[in-house]
């Protein structure tokens, strides 16, 4: 059974500390998405990649965030420093790639505290 | 104003009865419209898409588009307490390839035994 799979599940970490997330795609597909949900804002998309270049990353803050896709099978998401306001559950998703409408499946989430 | 307007609810209905929700958007350029649900503590998972304007029926549910008004509605039949979740209504742009969707805030559906 594929599937997205994300490190780690939880994190809770002081103000200024740096914050890795990690993402394992699906075997095979191209375009990995970054997401950020809150109570507030809902589903934010920050960045997403295909075939390993970034495609978009406009949601991002970028003096803070910063995303990379070291290989085919990695996608990371680093937040340095982090702040309170960061606290969320980050999602990463991964897809095919294709034209048109394309399924994308989502791992379960990191839920990270910013103390 | 956000681009993709849902209402959060929550929405609470007996079980059996007909759970309704919408969405409606500003970008007239949205071509493809999902369904994604939601359970608690998860990621969310696709449910329905449609192209364009339209409905498409997937067994108890069924997604209606009206582009005209800028209007999405999924309908759940003979609703269980499994289908409690969030229910977040996704759109993008017609383009080559890749997808980057623009979602709802969901709406929140408890299905009461």
């Known amino acids: 059974d594929a599937r997205v799979t994300q490190t780690p599940r939880h994190k809770v970490t002081e103000m200024g500390q740096e914050v890795t997330m990690r993402c394992q795609p699906i075997l095979g597909h191209n375009t990995v998405f970054w997401y950020r949900q809150t109570m507030m804002q809902g589903l934010e998309l920050l960045a997403y990649f295909r075939n390993r270049a970034p495609l978009d990353d406009s949601g991002m803050p970028k003096d803070r965030f910063s995303a990379e896709m070291p290989d085919a099978t990695l996608a990371t998401l680093k937040i340095q420093p982090s702040e309170p306001r960061d606290s969320a559950v980050y999602f990463c998703?991964?897809?095919?790639?294709?034209?048109?409408?394309?399924?994308?499946?989502f791992g379960p989430g990191t839920r990270l505290t910013v103390l | 104003q956000k681009e993709v307007e849902q209402d959060p609810g929550p929405l609470s209905v007996p079980e059996g009865a007909i759970v309704s929700l919408n969405c409606t958007y500003s970008n007239s350029a949205f071509q493809y419209f999902m369904w994604y649900r939601q359970y608690s503590r998860k990621g969310p998972e696709l449910l329905m898409y449609?192209?364009?304007?339209g409905n498409k029926e997937d067994g108890r549910f069924t997604a209606q588009v009206d582009k005209s008004s800028k209007y999405i509605s999924l309908f759940i039949r003979d609703s269980q307490p499994s289908d409690s979740a969030t229910y977040l209504c996704a759109m993008s742009l017609i383009k080559a390839a890749g997808n980057k969707l623009t979602f709802g805030g969901g709406t929140r559906v408890l299905v009461k035994p």
């Open positions: 449609t192209y364009s304007s």
């Open positions: 998703a991964s897809g095919l790639g294709l034209a048109g409408t394309d399924t994308q499946y």
